[in-house]
C-alpha cells in the first residue's frame, strides 16, 4: 500500500476532537467495504486496508444497514477465503435505528472521538460531518481502478498521527 501523509488532508480534519485523538473507527460495508450483501465483491486492498487500520485504531466498528447476522455470514466468508483479517469475523456491530448513522449509539465514547467511513452521505448524522470520511462508492463493475481503500488509509493514518504530535 503506498502511503503518504499530506498535510492538507490533515488540515481539514483539524476540529475533530478538539485536542483528543479520534479512537474509534466506525466502517459501513456496503459500497465501502464491498460491493454488495449480495454480491459480496470485496473491494481492492480490503484485506491490507482493516490490518492496517487496526494498528491505527485501538477499536474498530461495522456500522452498516445490513443485520447483523447477514453482516456475521458475509464477514465469516471473507475471513474464510482470506480477503479479510480473522479478527473482523468478531468485529463490534453497532446496533442503530433511524435514518443516519448517529455516532452516539457507540457505547462508551462520545461521537467527537469517533471517524466514520461512508460512502452515502445521506447516513451522516446531522453535526457530525466531520466525523465523516467520504469514500467513492465501490465500481465493482471497474474494479482495477479502485484504489479508495488505499487513499482513505492514508487520511486516516495522518489524522491519527496528527493528533498524535498535538
Ligand atoms: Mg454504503
Known amino acids: 500500500m503506498n502511503i503518504q501523509i499530506y498535510e492538507d488532508e490533515v488540515m481539514h480534519?483539524?476540529?475533530?476532537?478538539?485536542?483528543?485523538?479520534?479512537?474509534?473507527?466506525?466502517?459501513?460495508?456496503?459500497?465501502?467495504?464491498i460491493s454488495n450483501a449480495i454480491s459480496q465483491i470485496?473491494?481492492?486492498?480490503?484485506?491490507?486496508?482493516?490490518c492496517g487500520c487496526n494498528e491505527l485504531f485501538p477499536r474498530m466498528v461495522?456500522?452498516?444497514t445490513v443485520a447483523?447476522?447477514?453482516?456475521?455470514?458475509?464477514?465469516?466468508?471473507?475471513?474464510k477465503e482470506r480477503l479479510a483479517p480473522q479478527w473482523f469475523a468478531d468485529i463490534e456491530y453497532i446496533n442503530w435505528?433511524?435514518?443516519t448513522k448517529d455516532l452516539n449509539y457507540i457505547s462508551n465514547i462520545q461521537s467527537h472521538n469517533a471517524l466514520l467511513v461512508d460512502?452515502?452521505?445521506?447516513?451522516v448524522h446531522p453535526g457530525q460531518e466531520r466525523q465523516w470520511l467520504?469514500?467513492?462508492?465501490?465500481?465493482?463493475?471497474?474494479?482495477?481502478?479502485?484504489?479508495?481503500l488505499a487513499r482513505i488509509f492514508n487520511e486516516l493514518r495522518a489524522i491519527v498521527h496528527k493528533k498524535n504530535f498535538i
Open 62 to 64: 461495522a456500522f452498516t
Open 134 to 148: 467520504k469514500i467513492e462508492q465501490f465500481d465493482y463493475k471497474n474494479p482495477s481502478k479502485d484504489t479508495e
Open 68 to 79: 447483523e447476522n447477514r453482516f456475521r455470514n458475509i464477514a465469516h466468508i471473507l475471513v
Open 97 to 99: 435505528e433511524g435514518k
Open 13 to 33: 480534519y483539524h476540529v475533530i476532537g478538539q485536542s483528543e485523538t479520534p479512537h474509534v473507527l466506525a466502517l459501513d460495508l456496503e459500497g465501502t467495504l
Open 42 to 50: 470485496p473491494r481492492p486492498g480490503l484485506f491490507e486496508f482493516l
Open 119 to 123: 460512502d452515502c452521505e445521506q447516513y
